[in-house]
């Protein structure tokens, strides 16, 4: 007989992956910057794209970093406990992000922070994702159009080598970054998405 999940773990690394996922490091960063709230700047998302808007090319790689390390952090100490509790941490920790209980539930997009579980569950594949990004970013010139290909591959990238429930999760998280990413996809689909380097108060 299997062994039977331990549902109280499972529940307390949910809890503190998600409380974890939702500090706010862009919000933090440009408020400590004394550049005010971010939420008000360009399409006042908390992630590393808006940040950039700014013009601080530094705070916005620390957003990036920050965002990403969160969730590599989370799954890294779920991992002594199981598989479960490093898919959890995974899941719960971009939840954070995207619905940070500090923010009224309106946080991130969740991309940094995806790669950074993909990174601390399967390092090729997260470095995979991070390749594709930066190739379809270079010959399209699209942020958000890069983001999505690199997440939308990663599961199924996982799926290829058998690693099922890393894929399971990972095509859930990516259904839920594209749903985050839905205006991007409709302005991609009519063709006024910005591309990489144009107006800081472009809205993406």
């Not at 862009?26 to 808007?53: E, F, K, P, Q, Y």
């Not at 990036?64 to 199981?82: F, H, N, S």
């Not at 799926?159 to 890393?166: C, K, N, V």
Request: hydrophobic share 55%.
């Amino acid at each position: 007989m299997a062994d039977q999940p331990n549902y109280a773990l499972l529940v307390t690394v949910a809890a503190l992956a998600y409380l974890v996922g939702s500090i706010p490091f862009g919000l933090l960063l440009t408020r400590w910057a004394g550049l005010g709230d971010i939420r008000a700047i360009g399409s006042g998302n908390i992630g590393a794209t808006n940040v950039l808007r700014t013009g601080k090319k530094g705070l916005a790689a620390a957003t990036l970093l920050l965002d990403g390390g969160k969730g590599a952090v989370c799954v890294l100490l779920a991992w002594p406990y199981g598989l479960a509790a490093a898919l959890t941490a995974a899941g719960f920790a971009v939840l954070g992000h995207i619905f940070p209980i500090w923010l009224r539930f309106k946080g991130g997009k969740g991309v940094a922070t995806v790669l950074g579980v993909w990174l601390a569950l399967a390092w090729p594949i997260g470095l995979a994702a991070c390749g594709v990004w930066l190739v379809v970013a270079q010959i399209f010139k699209y942020s958000s159009l890069a983001a999505l290909v690199a997440i939308g591959t990663m599961p199924v990238i996982a799926g290829l080598f058998g690693m099922t429930g890393a894929a399971g999760v990972g095509a859930l998280l990516a259904i839920l970054v594209f749903i985050r990413h839905s205006a991007n996809i409709r302005r991609l689909l009519e063709g006024t998405e910005p591309k990489i380097g144009a107006s800081k108060s472009a809205k993406i």
